[in-house]
């Protein structure tokens, strides 16, 4: 089993910017985890955000986020960052952190084993 804690969220004005965390603990230890972000809007189903591969050479992002969120990893921490940058209040949502086994980077939620409790993060215009 895999735990996943998300911090990091909070309240921000337009424009600003907000780093996520996810920390990993439980069986991570010699194994290859891509990891994930997601949100959910009230109201929305929950969409990608931004993913990242085992290694940390290979990312993708939602077309929404592009240019303004970073997704990173630090495989010594177990722990993978979302950096926010430029928020708009349509960035508002609960942001849930996700892992898989694998090596490559997965952008659908299905994809996921493994999900955190999510993070809240709302933007002020």
């Known amino acids: 089993q895999v735990q996943l804690v998300e911090s990091g969220g909070g309240l921000v004005q337009a424009g600003g910017s907000l780093r996520l965390s996810c920390a990993a603990s439980g069986r991570t230890f010699g194994s290859y985890y891509a990891m994930g972000w997601f949100r959910q809007a009230p109201g929305k189903e929950r969409d990608f955000v931004a993913a990242i591969s085992w290694g940390g050479g290979s990312t993708d992002y939602a077309d929404s986020v592009k240019g303004r969120f970073t997704i990173s990893r630090d495989n010594a921490k177990n722990t993978v960052y979302l950096q926010m940058n430029s928020l708009e209040p349509e960035d508002t949502a609960v942001y849930y952190c996700?892992?898989?086994?694998?090596?490559?980077?997965?952008?659908?939620?299905?994809?996921?084993?493994?999900w955190g409790q999510g993070t809240q993060v709302t933007v002020s215009s």
């Open positions: 996700a892992a898989r086994t694998g090596t490559g980077y997965y952008i659908k939620g299905t994809d996921y084993t493994y």
